[in-house]
């Protein structure tokens, strides 16, 4: 069970804005893909939280972009859980490109776990939650980089 989850992006043309380089919604939407397939591969697929009458949705995006990427480039996202409390979770995110290993993006996803049927929050599962180790040194991450 990876505490820190990677996943490699090839930057596309559908990534590309009119400035020529990735447009910012697509780090949203790389944000919230990689955090799918960490969840996944931690046993919480989106078919389990949908069994489970329980699933969890954005309440903030903080992202500071750091260098532009462009068409072509090898990024690598990276993501972990960053805590828990009792109905939310802030996810954290870093982006880089694989080439030079420049930091490209940093940024947070508050989210709220919430009951499926009624949309209103509720407690995160003791299973859910021990899916995950938390990662609190954001430089143990920085430090995959130099690794």
């Given amino acids: ?43 919480w697929s989106m078919q389990r939280y949908a069994d489970e009458g329980m699933g969890w949705v954005v309440r903030s995006h903080t992202i500071t972009y750091k260098r532009p990427a462009f068409l072509g480039e090898a990024i690598t ?27 490209l993006a940093e940024a947070e996803t508050m989210w709220v776990f919430i009951d499926l049927k009624t949309g209103r929050p509720t407690k995160v599962p003791d299973a859910l939650r021990a899916a ?16």
């Fill in 1 to 43: 069970m990876p505490r820190i989850f990677t996943r490699d992006i090839v930057v596309a043309t559908a990534d590309i804005d009119v400035q020529g380089h990735v447009n910012n919604l697509r780090y949203v939407q790389w944000m919230q893909d990689v955090a799918v397939a960490h969840s996944s591969a931690q046993g």
């Fill in 132 to 147: 995950f180790e938390i990662v609190e040194d954001e430089g143990e991450v920085k430090r995959m980089l130099e690794g």
């Fill in 77 to 103: 996202a990276c993501t972990w859980i960053a805590g828990f409390s009792p109905r939310m979770s802030p996810r954290k995110y870093l982006f880089w490109r694989a080439a030079d290993k420049t930091i």
